[in-house]
């Protein structure tokens, strides 16, 4: 017996099993740490549906119409929780979008949607204030490796844009677009010529900094995860790139239907008992 359990001990497979559990263990003590630190917010404040978004303002709407406190002021990021559903504002770029889906593993979400603001990239189509729904990602981020290899698509669980679909239709008889939208980690490209000629070859219908990474990541986390993009500016010609007038005009114009939306896609799993994994993990 001895013998058998000094061989099980030096296995290989063994070895990788039990350095894989203690590095889970080792990640799950450090994001049970960290998500309240960096948000302010109880563990126990958590809901298990999940609204992410890249500014402040959609915290404090979504606290005003919830009669929700605002945690973290103070903090990196800022949360709020009405029912079993909390907002947090985790800033901008593929960095933290990966660093909150890793935090949110403290709780294990059931659905995680990004109301996120992209540029449309379809002039004379898209228009600022269109909704997008995207059906892939396309990584150009960079971050998404550290989670899995490149030929990984980045893709959102079905059933959770299904009911973002629906909602968008049946409740508020609205349109929206699909398509791939192209995730980067650069911000300032919309004078690069090159860059734009090459989002043209890949026929993309929009460009942000963090749904790429927000799917890969929650994937390999096996969580899931969704995403409802504004589009907040045109920037393949000059007239069309983002300003900071532009940008506030879209917000006061069309923010209040974008968290709408997201809030009430995640109603309808909640009240529906829907599950959005579209597989096993």
């Known amino acids: 017996m001895d013998d058998l359990l000094e061989h099980l001990s030096l296995d290989p497979e063994y070895l990788d ?41 959609y915290v404090k709407m979504f606290a005003e119409k919830y009669s929700a406190k605002v945690h973290g002021e103070d903090r990196p990021m800022q949360a709020a ?32 949607l990004f109301l996120g603001k992209c540029g449309g990239l379809k002039t004379g189509k898209n228009k600022v204030g269109d909704l997008i729904l995207p059906i892939a990602a396309i990584r150009g981020e960079g971050t998404s490796n550290d989670y899995l290899p490149k030929i990984v698509p980045a893709l959102p669980a079905f059933a959770l844009q299904k009911a973002v679909s629906t909602t968008i239709r049946d409740d508020y008889e609205h349109d929206y677009w699909t398509g791939v939208v192209y995730t980067t980690n650069k911000r300032v490209w919309e004078h690069r010529e090159d860059f734009k000629q090459k989002l043209r070859d890949l026929r993309c219908i929009a460009i942000d900094m963090e749904t790429a990474t927000i799917f890969v990541a929650a994937f390999k986390n096996q969580m899931p995860a969704g995403a409802l993009l504004l589009v907040s500016d045109m920037p393949m010609t000059i007239e069309g790139i983002k300003t900071e007038a532009g940008d506030k005009k879209a917000s006061g114009q069309f923010a209040d239907i974008h968290l709408a939306i997201g809030v009430d896609s995640l109603l309808q799993l909640i009240n529906k008992g829907l599950t959005v994994k579209h597989l096993k993990f």
């Open 17 to 57: 099993s039990k350095n894989d559990q203690a590095e889970k263990a080792l990640k799950h003590r450090i994001v049970k740490d960290w998500l309240p630190r960096y948000t302010g917010m109880p563990l126990s404040e958590f809901g298990k549906y999940i609204l992410l978004v890249n500014f402040s303002t």
């Open 81 to 112: 929780t009405a029912g079993d559903i909390t907002i947090i504002n985790f800033g901008i770029g593929s960095p933290n979008a990966g660093l909150i889906i890793d935090l949110l593993e403290a709780i294990k979400p059931k659905a995680v």
